[in-house]
């Protein structure tokens, strides 16, 4: 693992922007793996703000709530419109259906087959989560429907008018499938994610800590503020 200690997430941003650039410049970068949340704003501001062409470039997303539909403002789909695709548009891009019963998930995990992920931006949870794979989820899970945690509703509901209206499930690309990326970059930002960060990169290997897994990956690079990094040793 490589550790990034920036000021904040302007700086987070740009640093994560910047190997992107670079990987793109590879001509290396077929599938771009997404991540939604508050987390990667600030990265996709650089990318909407630069010149790079996405138009050769597949993208798959990790997560979607159950039930919502691309048109939803809640929805994933929704978001990384927004966010993203409105103005960097990609060849393709995958994100699981919330829509669809359990079948979205077969289809999604076909869908990663056949996308084999060169570079996957991750976010993290305050409970060490990474896409929804929630603690104890094993780590050998493909894309699977998940009960999100009271914690990750509690986290999320800022997105929404009152924590009744937050889905309780999601899909989430499995922890099996984010580990075959060839390349990960993590970002956190902010006291919250500060008990998380130390387990992930100095705690056990264990499922009750999903991100730990990432200590047995061979290419991650890890991006995070001086808040989440104060409880490494
Ligand atoms: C989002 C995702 C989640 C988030 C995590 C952090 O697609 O899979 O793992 O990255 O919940 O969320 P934020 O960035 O809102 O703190």
Known sequence: MRVLIVKDEQEGGRIAFDQIKGAMATGQLNVLGLATGGTPCTLYENIRNSNLDFSNTISVNLDEYVGLGAEDPQSYHYFMQE?????????????????KGEEACAEYNQILKEHPIDLQILGLGQNGHIGFNEPG??????????????ST???????????EDVPTEAYS??????????SIILLAYGEKKADAVAKMIQGEITEDLPASILQKHPDVTI???????????
Do not use: W
Not at 83 to 99: A, E, M, R
Not at 223 to 233: F, G, H, S, T, V
């Open 223 to 233: 991006i995070i503020d001086e808040a989440a990094a104060k409880d490494l040793k």
């Open 137 to 150: 989820t094993p780590f050998t899970t493909p894309t699977h429907k998940v009960q999100l945690t009271k």
């Open 173 to 182: 690309m499995g922890i099996d499938s984010i580990m075959q990326a060839k």
């Open 83 to 99: 966010q993203l695709f409105n103005v960097k548009p990609f060849k393709k891009s995958y994100i699981p259906d919330g829509k």
């Open 153 to 163: 509703i509690e986290a999320n509901k800022r997105f929404f008018d009152c924590v």
